[in-house]
């Protein structure tokens, strides 16, 4: 079974300033996907950005960037100029790619336990 | 593009009772999961359908808990009789599991029901 760790229970990062959140994951599977999933109080679960394992390259969107270390199975997100708006609890996640051409298999994501950001103003 | 409905927003219950949540998925998605949040923790998947069929049940407290999307297109989740261990957030999420779309692994979720088992 895959296992998705965050060891930050809580990050504290000042306005405008740069912050990394961390991730490790444990599979034997060589197809998958990584996500960030950012959980504000309304509770509502935003995809922030995802990865697919095959790519080399690192996934970004806008502010948001990972560093995809497959061989260490590691996962960390960046977020650079960091505003109020981004205070929120962060999951990780992983998800397999085994069914992904087959279509209709277990494809549950699994998640870490959360890691909670405050943006200082 | 409507998302993930979800309702109701809060329930709470004494234990032993019962009680039952609804989704209705983003339309055209055929593929329904639930979730269940308990404080401090990472949502934990209870059940996923592909239509109406039960694809990953695997995690489901089946003695207690119970899934259905009859047509394939909304779902309801139950729990009878529930436990004080029961209180958490239930989310709903649905994905699209159609070839070639680019969001086909991505998977989006409704705002959840906070459930309070006293």
């Known amino acids: 079974a895959q296992t998705v760790t965050q060891s930050q229970p809580e990050m504290s990062v000042q306005e405008a300033e740069t912050v990394t959140l961390s991730c490790t994951y444990d599979?034997?599977?060589?197809?998958?996907?990584l996500f960030w999933y950012k959980q504000p109080p309304s509770r509502q679960m935003i995809l922030v950005i995802r990865?697919?394992?095959?790519?080399?390259q690192n996934a970004t969107e806008n502010r948001f960037s990972v560093n995809f270390q497959k061989a260490a199975k590691s996962f960390s997100l960046k977020i650079s100029d960091s505003q109020l708006g981004d205070a929120a609890m962060y999951f990780c996640a992983y998800r397999t790619g085994t069914f992904e051409y087959s279509g209709g298999g277990a494809d549950g994501l699994t998640f870490g336990k959360g890691t909670h950001l405050i943006i200082q103003p | 593009e409507a998302g993930v409905a979800q309702s109701p927003r809060y329930k709470i219950i004494e234990k032993r009772q019962s009680v039952a949540f609804w989704c209705n998925p983003i339309?055209?998605?055929?593929?329904l999961y639930w979730y269940q949040q308990i404080l401090g923790q990472g949502p934990k998947l209870l059940i996923q359908?592909?239509?109406?069929?039960?694809?990953?049940d695997s995690q489901l407290p089946k003695d207690r808990f119970s899934a259905e999307r009859l047509k394939g297109v909304d779902s309801t989740l139950k729990i009878q009789p529930a436990k004080l261990e029961d209180s958490a957030v239930y989310l709903c999420a649905s994905s699209s599991s159609l070839q070639g779309v680019e969001a086909k692994n991505i998977q989006y979720f409704g705002a959840g029901t906070r459930l309070s088992v006293l």
């Open positions: 339309s055209g998605h055929a593929t």
């Open positions: 359908f592909q239509n109406n069929g039960v694809v990953d």
């Open positions: 599979t034997s599977e060589s197809d998958y996907y």
């Open positions: 990865q697919e394992a095959y790519k080399q």
